[in-house]
C-alpha cells in the first residue's frame, strides 16, 4: 500500500483540496480520463467533510472555512487505469491497470506543519511530532503552492516565499532522512488555478491555455525557487518521479472559470452537483499511484531529468 502524506504553507487551500477529492473522484471516468477513480475515507473526520464539500458547493456558502483544530484526514484511493498499446490485453489478465493507496493529511492551524519558527515552535507540538513520524514512513509526498503567488511582483515577498519552501525542504532532511528523500513519487500542485487566470486577466481565457500554455513546472520553479528543487532533486533517487500539476477545486464550467463559485455568497437556489467539475484533482492524486499522466496540465519526470533542466 502506497502511503502519501499532504503538506503545504496557511491558506494555500489544502483542506478545500481533500475537501473536494470525493466529488472529483465520482466524476473522473475512464470514458473522459482512461481512469477510474474511488476515494474511501477511513475515519469519522474526513467522511464529514466529504459530505461538508458537497453542501457549501450547492449552497455556494464559500469559501472552505480553514482549519481551527488539529484533525487527521485519512482515507484510501483505488486507481483502475485503461490499458493500451500492445500490453491491453496482457494487463487486463494480470491487473496491472490497478493501483491503490493510503493518503493522509495533517490539518492545523497554521498551515498543518509549518510556520515562521519552525523549531522552536514544532518541539512541543504532538501534531508536528506525528507529522514528522508519518513523513518518515511515507513513500510519497504532495506539496501544495498557491498559484496565484507567480503573479507576486514584490521582491522581498518572492523572496520570502522561496525561502519558506526552502526552509521545509531542507528541515525534512534534519529531521530523519540522513542520506537520501526516500519517496518515490512527488507532486507539487498547483492550487486555484481559476484565481491566477482571474487576477491574470485572463478569465475570459479557455481553460486550454492551462492544458497547453501554462506549464506547471515552469510556474513552480518560479514560485518556490530553484534552489529548493534543486535541493530535493539531489537528495532524491533519480529514477524516483516528480510531478508539477495545476489544479482548481471550483474548476471550470464551459471552458471559463466556473460562475458559480466567482462571488463567495450563499446562493437562493441550489446549483446542479454536475455544474462543480474539479479541475485535475482526482488526476493529481492518481499520479501519485500509478506513475503516469493523467492529465495534460501535468507535467511528470525523474528527479534525474529535473537535475538536467536545474
Same mark, same amino acid.
Given at each position: 500500500m502506497h502511503n502519501t502524506i499532504i503538506l503545504g504553507p496557511s491558506k494555500v487551500g489544502k483542506t478545500a483540496l481533500v475537501?473536494?477529492?470525493?466529488?472529483?473522484? /465520482?466524476?473522473?471516468?475512464?470514458?473522459d480520463n482512461k481512469l477510474a477513480i474511488r476515494t474511501l475515507p477511513k475515519n469519522e473526520q474526513t467522511r464529514e467533510i466529504f459530505s461538508k464539500a458537497l453542501t457549501i458547493a450547492? +449552497?455556494? /456558502?464559500?469559501?472552505?472555512?480553514?482549519?481551527?483544530? /488539529? *484533525?487527521?484526514? =485519512?482515507?484510501?484511493?483505488?486507481?483502475?487505469?485503461?490499458?493500451?498499446?500492445?500490453?491491453?490485453?496482457?494487463?487486463?489478465?494480470? #491487473?496491472?491497470? +490497478?493501483?491503490?493507496?493510503r493518503f493522509m493529511f495533517m490539518d492545523a492551524p497554521g498551515g498543518a506543519v509549518f510556520n515562521? /519558527?519552525?523549531?522552536? #515552535?514544532?518541539?512541543?507540538?504532538?501534531?508536528?511530532?506525528?507529522?514528522?513520524?508519518?513523513?518518515?514512513?511515507?513513500?510519497?509526498? *504532495?506539496?501544495?503552492v498557491d498559484m496565484t503567488l507567480a503573479l507576486e511582483k514584490n521582491a522581498k515577498k518572492i523572496k520570502s516565499i522561496q525561502d519558506y519552501y526552502l526552509k521545509c525542504l531542507r528541515f525534512f532532511l534534519s529531521s530523519g532522512f540522513q542520506i537520501t528523500i526516500p519517496f518515490q513519487r512527488v507532486c507539487f500542485l498547483l492550487t486555484k488555478a481559476d484565481l491566477y487566470l482571474q487576477q491574470s486577466g485572463l478569465a475570459q481565457e479557455e481553460k486550454s491555455l492551462l492544458n497547453e500554455h501554462l506549464r506547471p513546472f515552469e510556474l513552480v520553479r518560479g514560485i518556490v525557487g530553484h534552489e529548493s528543487l534543486r535541493t530535493l532533486s539531489v537528495f532524491s533517487e533519480p529514477d524516483a518521479q516528480i510531478c508539477f500539476s495545476t489544479?482548481?477545486?471550483?474548476?471550470?464550467?464551459?471552458?471559463?472559470?466556473?460562475?458559480?463559485?466567482?462571488?463567495?455568497? #450563499?446562493?437562493?437556489?441550489?446549483?446542479?452537483?454536475? =455544474?462543480?467539475?474539479?479541475?485535475?484533482?482526482a488526476e493529481s492524486f492518481a499520479f501519485m499511484l500509478s506513475g503516469d499522466q493523467h492529465?495534460?496540465?501535468?507535467?511528470?519526470?525523474?528527479?534525474?531529468q529535473l537535475r538536467q533542466k536545474l
Open positions: 475537501a473536494s477529492l470525493k466529488h472529483a473522484s /465520482d466524476i473522473a471516468t475512464i470514458v450547492q +449552497e455556494g /456558502d464559500m469559501p472552505f472555512v480553514g482549519t481551527s483544530l /488539529d *484533525i487527521r484526514y =485519512d482515507f484510501i484511493i483505488e486507481v483502475e487505469t485503461e490499458p493500451t498499446g500492445l500490453w491491453e490485453n496482457i494487463e487486463t489478465i494480470w #491487473k496491472g491497470n +490497478e493501483h491503490n493507496g515562521e /519558527d519552525i523549531k522552536r #515552535k514544532s518541539q512541543n507540538n504532538p501534531t508536528f511530532k506525528n507529522m514528522i513520524q508519518q513523513m518518515l514512513n511515507a513513500n510519497g509526498m *504532495i506539496l501544495c489544479t482548481s477545486v471550483f474548476g471550470f464550467l464551459n471552458g471559463h472559470p466556473n460562475p458559480h463559485f466567482v462571488n463567495n455568497s #450563499k446562493r437562493s437556489e441550489l446549483i446542479r452537483l454536475e =455544474d462543480w467539475q474539479p479541475f485535475n484533482i492529465h495534460p496540465a501535468q507535467d511528470i519526470l525523474t528527479f534525474e
